[in-house]
Nanobody
């Protein structure tokens, strides 16, 4: 079992930056992938960025603006968000995915609100 706690959300003006942090309750060494998802009001949750064994992938809408990184020594994953747009508004969730014997287990944080508005 892994507990995830997000922080760093808030209100920011368009063009601004925020850094989200996801702290895991134990080592993420056995976790296959860590990611950030977001959910805007009235919309489905969508993948924003994922990091696996040092490689990263991003949603097209955030490429070049967001950067995901991890610090395994601190059991922490970050999402640096630059050049924020109003459409980036939503609740951002941290996800940890573990695949073992062909079965995937997902762990989720409680979410942190990001609001981009002037």
């Amino acid at each position: 079992q892994v507990q995830l706690v997000e922080s760093g959300g808030g209100l920011v003006q368009p063009g601004g930056s925020l850094r989200l942090t996801c702290a895991a309750s134990r080592s993420i060494f056995s976790i296959n992938a860590m990611g950030w998802y977001r959910q805007a009001p009235g919309k489905q949750r969508e993948l924003v960025a994922v990091i696996t064994s040092g490689s990263t992938n991003y949603a097209d809408s955030v490429k070049g603006r967001f950067t995901i990184s991890s610090d395994n020594a601190k059991n922490t994953v970050y999402l640096q968000m630059n050049s924020l747009k109003p459409e980036d508004t939503g609740v951002y969730f941290c996800n940890a995915a573990r695949v073992y014997s062909g079965l995937r287990t997902d762990y989720w944080g409680q979410g942190t609100q990001v609001t981009v508005s002037s």
